[in-house]
């Protein structure tokens, strides 16, 4: 046994290092001063890279974040595929707020409420738009962000709003598990759906022709226009208006209250005019020149 710490945790630190297995998850932060004492204090230094990006029965203070890291520039990776965005950063700024490390755990979309009503995460932070589907089944915070739904078409097509959409043989792609997704199966009737997995398939399928438009929200038609200019056109006028916000296990009210005062916080603080610094100076620029409302 390791002197000092508890017989069960001491058998987990063993049989882990004597197998040289353990699942590694992206840690946000740095752990606090307090945390390096406590390995020093219980002889685990050379254990330490270990428990800095594990999650074990050592760590109590954790707060862990779904989100989809595929969905820039909100959610995505580096080149070194280290978490990074608006709402990675956001994420770290709660985290701070709060006292608490922050582990991201990347989850595809449509399993995002899944895991949070079976305890694996504690909150999304996932550019959701909270719907009154989702409420049913989870408690949202105050949003943070205002957008809505519009069209990326072909640079030839003929569709200027989403009433040009709805006729037969035209067909729409759509991202799984999306707002998107929900409003084409409620509004669409006559054209034909094609649901995919990837924000990307859903492009490339206006690309090549294959798909007469592809609903999302603004910001990223906007980004998609921007790099496929040669084949694609946007239709960004919002035809059906969303909030995004963060999402929480239902009836977990004290971690709900902390989120809604951290908004409030940073807000007040210019936190979102920072993010939107950051990463979305280009696109804020250009919807106050179309005297389109920006997102924060």
Known sequence: MIEGVPGRAARWIHEAVRRGFWRPILRLQRLKPRGWVSLWAIGMLPFAALCFGCRSPLQDNRLVVGMELSYPPFEMTDARGTPSGVSVDLACSLGEYLGRDIVIENIPFDGLIPALKTGKIDVVISSMTATEERRSSIDFSEPYVRTGLS???????????????????????????????????????????????????????????????????????????RRNRETTRPVLEAFQEEFWAMGVRKGNEPLLGRINEFLKVFRQSGGFDRLAERYLAEERETFHRLGTRFIF
């Open 151 to 225: 069209l990326l078409v072909g640079v030839q097509s003929d569709i200027r709003s989403i009433k040009d959409v709805d006729r037969p043989g035209k067909t729409v792609a759509v991202k799984k598990g999306t707002t998107g997704h929900a409003y084409a199966a409620r509004h669409l009737l006559s054209a034909r759906l094609l649901v995919l997995d990837k924000e990307t398939a859903c492009v490339l399928e206006v690309i090549q022709g294959k798909a007469d438009a592809f609903i999302y929200d603004q910001m990223s038609i906007y980004r998609n226009w």
